[in-house]
């Protein structure tokens, strides 16, 4: 009978001493100060685009990886590499799909074509013949691995 009790007196004066540290700091606590104004975001409509985008929709991200990320033209290693982002660099993401597993995340994120990477994309297309230009229809997707960026915001699944 000397156990239960040795218990209960444990928790008893456990529960009564987090207790008094919480009324300390509500005592502690200054309300007579009144709060300055709240600041909030607005709220936009549906219907609303945002300016930096135009009417995509992209999440941002930023490159964790320790040195530079190799873009490739799809969610596999084995696929062509198609350019490269460096460390703490910004990106816009378009979506994001299953892909190879790097590192134990097989998710990859589709980036947002470039102006300048399209406008020499095409200058390329029309200069070469139709076998070459299936090749670079394949290199027209930049695609990073997730386990080296860290989206800002939700990512969602590509719509095939």
């Given at each position: 009978m000397l156990k239960p009790t040795r218990t209960i007196l444990a928790l008893t004066a456990g529960s009564l001493v987090l207790g008094l540290v919480g009324a300390g700091t509500a005592v502690a606590a200054d309300h007579s100060e009144?709060?300055?104004?709240?600041?909030?975001?607005?709220?936009?409509?549906?219907?609303?685009?945002?300016?930096e985008y135009g009417d995509r929709d992209y999440v941002r991200g930023v490159v964790i990886s320790r040195g530079p990320l190799t873009v490739r033209s799809?969610?596999?290693?084995?696929?062509?590499?198609?350019?490269?982002?460096?460390?703490?660099?910004?990106?816009?993401?378009?979506?994001?799909?299953?892909?190879?597993?790097?590192?134990?995340?097989?998710?990859?994120?589709?980036?947002?074509?470039?102006?300048?990477?399209?406008?020499?994309?095409?200058?390329?297309?029309?200069?070469?013949?139709?076998?070459?230009?299936?090749?670079?229809?394949?290199?027209?997707d930049h695609w990073v691995s997730a386990r080296y960026v860290k989206n800002l915001g939700k990512v969602h699944y590509c719509r095939l």
């Open positions: 009144p709060r300055g104004p709240v600041l909030t975001a607005p709220v936009k409509d549906a219907d609303e685009e945002d300016d799809k969610p596999t290693t084995h696929s062509h590499k198609v350019g490269r982002v460096h460390p703490h660099e910004k990106l816009s993401i378009e979506c994001k799909a299953r892909g190879e597993r790097v590192d134990g995340n097989n998710l990859w994120y589709l980036l947002e074509q470039r102006d300048e990477q399209e406008s020499t994309d095409e200058d390329r297309k029309n200069a070469m013949t139709p076998k070459s230009a299936k090749a670079a229809k394949d290199r027209d």
